[in-house]
Nanobody
Framework: QVRLVDSGGGSVQAGGSLRLSCEAS???????????MAWFREAPGEEREGVAS????????YYADSVKGRFTISHDNATNTLTLQMSTLNPEDTAMYYC????????????????????????WGQGTQVTVSS
């Protein structure tokens, strides 16, 4: 059974850094692998929003405008581990962060920007809390 396990959350002050990790226990099948992996976040009372994604084959990355230049997503094909390096954190980054994956390329909209839609993803981690204090 496929499992995604998130870790690395915590509490930091504004301006600090955190590193999130997501380990995938296996692929959906011997044919399909996770071609797109992503991080989403959900703050209390807010909708789940896409933060960053990566096409694991080519290494192409996509970011929400709010985190561009501060967050870096990466994937290690050997260990099937997804990482989100977050720096210059601010209180608006406070949320539960979720790893997500699906066996297709990251979907782009007509402007060639990542669609950031959570409905594209069928596999989810359990979430890890990030709290940034001012």
């Amino acid at each position: 059974q496929v499992r995604l396990v998130d870790s690395g959350g915590g509490s930091v002050q504004a301006g600090g850094s955190l590193r999130l990790s997501c380990e995938a226990s296996s692929y959906p099948s011997s044919i399909y692998r996770f071609y797109c992996m992503a991080w989403f976040r959900e703050a209390p009372g807010e909708e789940r929003e896409g933060v960053a994604s990566i096409n694991t084959g080519a290494g192409t990355t996509y970011y929400a405008d709010s985190v561009k230049g501060r967050f870096t997503i990466s994937h290690d094909n050997a260990t099937n581990t997804l990482t989100l390096q977050m720096s210059t954190l601010n209180p608006e980054d406070t949320a539960m962060y979720y790893c997500a994956a699906h066996p297709f390329l990251c979907r782009l909209d007509h402007g060639a920007k990542w669609s950031r839609s959570p409905t594209d993803f069928g596999y989810w981690g359990q979430g890890t809390q990030v709290t940034v204090s001012s």
